[in-house]
């Protein structure tokens, strides 16, 4: 079974709307990432949350983590080709291990 | 820094070969993962260890094995490859658990045939 779930699976939008990525686990989570990966690329880090209720920004992309810490939100805000790729969730689910969600693709029609 | 460093970047290998995927880190990080990502999917951890000596296994060990013998170093061993075993493999190190962020290699595609 996949700890850590991520929806939708894949997503098409027009450039400039706004699109919101989900990411759930059953477990509290100790520590929540989001990354970026190109196609065919490695990971690129894009912002950690830690703290129930804590939401970060950066450019157009927040991030948010529930009060429970089992539920996080990343929402673009007004989207740009260049926010195309796969975006991944990864955490800390309390046993060293650092598990990641099964992925959004991302597709932004110019 | 060079980061997470993996090689090679691309393998063929046939059926029931051997290889190891080589990665290293120069951060001095005492986590490392390896993980695998199948077409159109996330990550799956295949092992981990938490410092030079200790290793555990992930969501997906079968048909794998690590080592870790110094804190740099971390690699994998894929013994009698199967095609199921074709993916794009990824190192990872981070300098502890759950709270700061892992540095990723940039993959090894490989392919059995």
């Known amino acids: 079974s996949q700890e850590l779930e991520q929806s939708p699976q894949s997503l098409i939008v027009q450039e400039g709307k706004n699109l919101t990525i989900n990411c759930t686990s059953s477990?509290?989570?100790?520590?929540l990432y989001w990354y970026k990966q190109k196609y065919g690329e490695g990971l690129i880090f894009l912002m950690m949350l830690q703290k129930g209720g804590e939401e970060k920004s950066h450019e157009k992309i927040t991030a948010k983590l529930d009060e429970k810490k089992q539920q996080s939100s990343l929402h673009i805000t007004a989207s740009q080709p260049s926010h195309a790729g796969i975006y991944l969730c990864g955490a800390d689910t309390g046993t060293y291990k650092y598990i990641f969600g099964t992925g959004t693709r991302l597709k932004v029609l110019a | 820094n060079a980061g997470v460093t993996q090689t090679p970047k691309f393998r063929i290998l046939k059926i029931g070969q051997s290889m190891t995927l080589q990665c290293t880190q120069d951060m001095n990080h005492n986590y490392m993962y390896w993980y695998r990502q199948d077409p159109g999917m996330g990550l799956k951890l295949i092992y981990y260890?938490?410092?030079?000596?200790?290793?555990d296994k992930g969501e997906v060990p079968n048909g794998y094995n690590v080592s870790r013998s110094t804190t740099e170093d971390f690699p994998l061993r894929l013994e009698l490859a199967a095609p199921s075993q074709t993916s794009v493999y990824f190192c990872a190190s981070s300098y502890s658990r759950g709270d700061t962020e892992a540095f990723f290699g940039q993959g090894t595609r490989l392919t059995v045939v």
């Open positions: 260890s938490v410092g030079a000596g200790i290793t």
């Open positions: 477990k509290t989570l100790y520590g």
